[in-house]
């Protein structure tokens, strides 16, 4: 069976900061996808990054890259230069066959 | 474009009613996925479709789900005779390609179903 565990259900940062996300998950495969999606309050969810499991580049978006360590499974997300706007729940997925989610982090940015 | 829409985005039933959700996916979409959020969680993966085609169903957690999307654009969520344990949102998504690989999903806003 497949998990993800994200260890903090909430955090803050102060605009113009940078804050990371952390998340380890468990899975046998060898080949999959994992992502990092947000859910902004009352609004959808939309895909903020995604990484494929047998590239070990970091995959990088604009404000947001992580720290993809396949040998510990772990999916961090770092955001820099944090806004307003990035207040949200954010999931980490793994994706074998279908779309993994962990609990969530909530993350509020203050000015 | 049009994004995913759902119907209604607000459901109260009680408990035993039956209940139908609908979800418009983005057009020209081969793949559509239904979700359960439950209140604090993330979502949980309930059903797919390519096409008309219902191809995993292992997430539906008793015979009273049901889903279908006959024509493969539409699809509707039904569950009967509702239980207090079925509240939670039910999360729509949509992608371009073909099975539950890489492709990104596209998600509605969701239905919040409240069984009193």
């Known amino acids: 069976a497949q998990t993800v565990t994200q260890s903090q259900p909430e955090m803050s940062v102060q605009e113009a900061e940078t804050v990371t996300l952390s998340c380890t998950y468990d899975t046998s495969e060898n080949n999959y996808y994992l992502f990092w999606y947000k859910q902004p309050p009352s609004r959808q969810m939309i895909l903020v990054i995604r990484?494929?499991?047998?590239?070990?580049q970091n995959a990088t978006e604009n404000r947001f890259s992580v720290n993809f360590q396949k040998a510990a499974k772990s999916f961090s997300l770092k955001i820099s230069d944090s806004q307003l706007g990035d207040t949200a729940m954010y999931f980490c997925v793994v994706n074998t066959d279908k779309l993994i989610f962990g609990t969530g982090t909530r993350l509020q940015v203050f000015p | 474009g049009a994004g995913v829409s759902q119907s209604p985005r607000y459901k109260v039933a009680k408990r035993g009613q039956d209940v139908a959700l609908r979800c418009d996916p983005i057009?020209?979409?081969?793949?559509l996925f239904w979700y359960q959020q439950a209140l604090g969680q993330g979502p949980e993966f309930l059903t797919y479709f390519q096409n008309e085609a219902q191809l995993d169903k292992s997430g539906l957690p008793s015979d009273r789900f049901f889903a279908e999307r006959p024509e493969g654009s539409v699809s509707t969520l039904k569950i009967q005779r509702t239980q207090q344990e079925d509240s939670a949102v039910y999360l729509c998504?949509?992608?371009?390609?073909?099975?539950?690989?890489?492709?990104?999903?596209?998600f509605g806003p969701g239905t919040r179903l409240t069984v009193t």
């Open positions: 998504a949509s992608s371009l390609g073909v099975g539950q690989g890489s492709y990104e999903q596209y």
């Open positions: 990484q494929e499991a047998y590239k070990q």
């Open positions: 057009s020209g979409h081969v793949s």
